[in-house]
């Protein structure tokens, strides 16, 4: 009786201390599951969770295969699933923050990384997010803890909160579009990529609007151009995203014309068509002396710089501004220069500098005289101003070159035997100056 009476005092009291020690060990863990966006607040946010389940041993956080994130109970004897799983021991221990997780592989440089297959649970010791350019120039980003101190945050970055490390690795890394062939005429956002050097520039390259390349210059595979490429179907630029101009485009309108007045006349606007890829738009005026020329970028041979006397404009239309121009008269003596009498290709003729602003054309001793008027002696001044009609003598003050007018072939006297008139002549123009 005494027996029976002890072992049920000991089986009680085995029975109060077991329940006791079970509900020392059991823990609550947290317990919620979301669709593994960022946004959830049971990623982000575990302790503003209010669901927690009792009874535990051990708490969990995973993702699982088809993206699903979860925390929860760790039933016992179930061993933490893969992909990704943190179990831990200790009251609501499931807080585990998730990281964008590749090491050193050329995607973990070349992309944001911020789809969910680079998505790792971080164990609960490891405080931060961390990305960081390794030695070798590569790019590696994992739970860890914070950067050494004084390393630049283009070398080291870390941060706290699930999921920061995404994003291109430095943030400052080059980008630029990356295709070829079909469909790679016209840039789309989802073609822009990070280039393996983060200082490498972006090409554009192709035969057709069928057969364009685009990428970074660092890129060593395939059809590339390199940075410092001479090569004139290879396009170069230094921007994020800026190789992006297809094959041909429209290349908009100009003021057209060779030998263009001072300001062009407005019929002279015209299409410039279409240029190519590595072709500049826009318009240039180009000014040698007293001759301007005008016309579209695309259809300019060779470059348009101060050595050439050439300046451009980007805009349509736009080199329409009056230029300035020396004034000028055509200078020559009819039995120097064979033109000089009927002036048929004016511009071929000799010209000077006039900055009187009067030009001359007359006959004198049966030779043509062209000049600037103040060049002329007093007596042919004279002769002109009278107009005497032997002389044919024309003034004019138009720009440019304007005593450009034939004369009167019944004027004209033998030429040859008048050298000594000629001679004189030539003093009397020359004793002027
Ligand atoms: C914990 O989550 C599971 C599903 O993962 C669910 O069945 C269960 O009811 C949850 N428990 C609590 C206390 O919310
Ligand atoms: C949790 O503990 C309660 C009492 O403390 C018990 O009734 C329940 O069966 C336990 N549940 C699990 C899953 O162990
Ligand atoms: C570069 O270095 C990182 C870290 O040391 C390493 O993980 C990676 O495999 C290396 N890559 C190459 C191509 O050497
Ligand atoms: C990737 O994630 C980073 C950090 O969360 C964000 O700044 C960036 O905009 C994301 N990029 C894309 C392409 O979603
Ligand atoms: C496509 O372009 C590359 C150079 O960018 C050239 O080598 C190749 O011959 C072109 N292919 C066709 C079909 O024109
Ligand atoms: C490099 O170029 C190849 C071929 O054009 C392309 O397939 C690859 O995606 C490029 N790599 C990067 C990092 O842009
Ligand atoms: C471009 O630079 C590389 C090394 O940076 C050099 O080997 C190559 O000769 C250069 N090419 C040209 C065309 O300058
Ligand atoms: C543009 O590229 C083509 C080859 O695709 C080349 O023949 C041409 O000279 C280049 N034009 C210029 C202005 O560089």
Not at 115 to 138: E, F, G, I, L, R
Not at 183 to 200: K, L, R, V, W
Not at 407 to 418: E, I, T, Y
């Amino acid at each position: 009786m005494a027996m029976r009476g002890y072992s049920l005092c000991v089986f009680l009291i085995t029975a109060i201390v077991v329940s006791q020690l079970d509900s020392s060990w059991a823990i609550q863990c947290y317990n919620c599951t979301s669709p593994f966006t960022s946004a959830e607040s049971c990623l982000m946010n575990p302790t503003t969770q209010t669901s927690s389940q009792s009874n535990c041993t051990e708490c969990f956080t995973s993702i699982n295969t088809d993206g699903t994130f979860t925390r929860g109970c760790l039933d016992s004897g179930t061993p933490c699933a893969l992909p990704s799983c943190m179990s831990c021991n200790g009251e609501h221990c499931n807080t585990n923050r998730v990281c964008q997780q590749c090491l050193g592989s050329e995607d973990c440089a070349t992309t944001s990384v911020n789809a969910t297959k680079y998505s790792a649970v971080c164990s609960n010791d490891s405080q931060v997010c961390v990305n960081q350019v390794n030695d070798n120039q590569t790019v590696t980003r994992q739970c860890g803890n914070a950067c050494a101190s004084g390393l630049d945050a283009s070398k080291c970055s870390s941060c706290t909160a699930s999921l920061c490390n995404g994003g291109y690795f430095p943030e400052s890394r080059r980008q630029c579009y990356t295709c070829s062939g079909e469909g790679c005429d016209t840039a789309a956002e989802s073609m822009i990529g990070g280039c393996t050097q983060i200082d490498a520039k972006c090409f554009t390259t192709g035969t057709s609007a069928t057969n364009m390349t685009r990428g970074c210059t660092s890129n060593t595979t395939g059809i590339t151009c390199a940075a410092n490429s001479t090569d004139p179907s290879c396009l170069i630029c230094d921007s994020n995203s800026c190789n992006s101009l297809q094959y041909e485009r429209d290349a908009g309108s100009c003021m057209v014309c060779d030998n263009c007045p001072a300001t062009p006349e407005a019929d002279k606007k015209k299409s410039c068509g279409q240029a190519l890829y590595n072709q500049t738009t826009g318009c240039y005026t180009v000014t040698t002396g007293s001759t301007v020329n005008r016309g579209c970028l695309n259809n300019l041979v060779g470059e348009c710089s101060v050595t050439n006397s050439c300046t451009s404009c980007s805009e349509t239309d736009c080199n329409v501004g009056a230029v300035d121009i020396a004034f000028q008269c055509i200078a020559c003596i009819s039995n120097e220069v064979s033109d000089c009498w009927s002036a048929k290709d004016p511009n071929s003729l000799p010209v000077v500098d006039c900055a009187s602003g009067t030009c001359f054309s007359g006959v004198w001793n049966g030779l043509g005289v062209r000049d600037c008027f103040s060049s002329a002696s007093q007596l042919m001044q004279y002769q002109c101003n009278a107009n005497l009609e032997a002389h044919q003598c024309t003034l004019c003050t138009t720009p440019t070159k304007c005593n450009n007018k034939a004369f009167n072939a019944a004027a004209s006297l033998n030429q040859m035997g008048l050298i000594g008139l000629l001679t004189a002549l030539v003093i009397a123009l020359r004793s002027t100056l």
